[in-house]
């Protein structure tokens, strides 16, 4: 598989992405989530794209992976106040937001001569998504988000169990071994519970991320561009791209309600439950998936 990798000057920062298979085939954006480095897109689902006619780009996120940090931006005020007012839709004051994050990847399109993409997202990525493909529709063939949601006014939270081993960390001193275990142990709790994911791969996957970038502050950063941008669903409701949203039902962290927001939001767009799923992307799904994405490519 023909792959290539740099770093993209984008909006005043540094983006890496790896980009993979024929540079002269339709290209496909992946835009991953909070504190999800682009290696959590399977590099074997990523190949099956390839492998039906498409060039990928994936990259990370400001503030993860190899991307530049925000080290020097301050987080100002009450975390539990932004979540508060994230359940009724209203924005706050935070060092950069989700469109922030959409002009990022518009940079690195921009970078790397591609004018137009289909736009893949997840989680905090399919956030992402929609105001890239609400604010650039010129640049968006076609749109997928895979459990996301609008952030819209009165949506219901996330199950605490989900949550909370998402905002607390393992500890300002804890050991690689320990920060590994508590983000395999996240991992499962948020993941598909009739899919579990075998804890031995869990906890590669964590040591790999580990080992290649550990930017907990970054994490933080990121959740406040979610809690901190309001809601979605104007922007949203701009797309004109054929959209499918994909959603688990078995999804904690993001309930289903937030993909029905989503399709709810853009017009003509086709909505997906998968019973089992919950906040991840598990192998025994991959095919079902796929044949969604590829359906939704075909709408252009």
Not at 144 to 163: H, K, Q, Y
Not at 190 to 199: D, K, R
Request: hydrophobic fraction near 40%; charge should be neutral; aromatic fraction near 6%.
């Amino acid at each position: 598989m023909l792959s290539r990798t740099g770093f993209a000057p984008s909006n005043d920062i540094e983006l890496a992405y790896e980009d993979m298979g024929n540079p002269d085939d339709p290209v496909v954006l992946m835009i991953m989530g909070l504190s999800a480095q682009m290696t959590l897109w399977p590099k074997e689902f990523c190949e099956r794209i390839v492998d039906r006619g498409f060039r990928i780009i994936r990259f990370d996120n400001r503030d993860i992976g190899l991307s530049t940090k925000m080290d020097g931006e301050r987080i100002e005020g009450s975390a539990l106040l932004r979540l508060l007012r994230t359940g009724l839709g209203a924005p706050s004051r935070v060092p950069y937001t989700l469109a922030d994050m959409a002009l990022d990847t518009k940079g690195l399109l921009d970078y790397l001569e591609i004018p137009q993409v289909h736009v893949v997202g997840a989680s905090m990525g399919g956030m992402i998504a929609q105001v890239f493909a609400g604010l650039y529709p010129e640049r968006v063939l076609s749109t997928a988000i895979i459990f996301s949601s609008t952030n819209e006014a009165f949506l219901p939270p996330p199950d605490p169990r989900a949550l909370i081993p998402l905002m607390k960390g393992p500890g300002p001193d804890a050991t690689r071994e320990q920060i590994v275990a508590h983000s395999a142990n996240t991992r499962r709790i948020i993941g598909s519970p009739a899919y579990p994911t075998p804890l031995e791969e869990l906890l590669v996957t964590a040591g790999e991320m580990y080992d290649r970038n550990y930017n907990p502050a970054g994490s933080l950063r990121q959740m406040a561009a979610v809690t901190g941008s309001g809601s979605l669903r104007r922007i949203a409701a701009r797309i004109v791209s054929p959209t499918v949203v994909i959603h688990g039902r078995a999804d904690r962290l993001m309930r289903p309600t937030g993909g029905k927001a989503v399709a709810r939001a853009v017009r003509g767009s086709t909505l997906h439950l998968i019973d089992g799923m919950g906040h991840d992307l598990p192998r025994p799904l991959w095919d079902e998936i796929l044949g969604e994405l590829s359906s939704n490519f075909g709408r252009v």
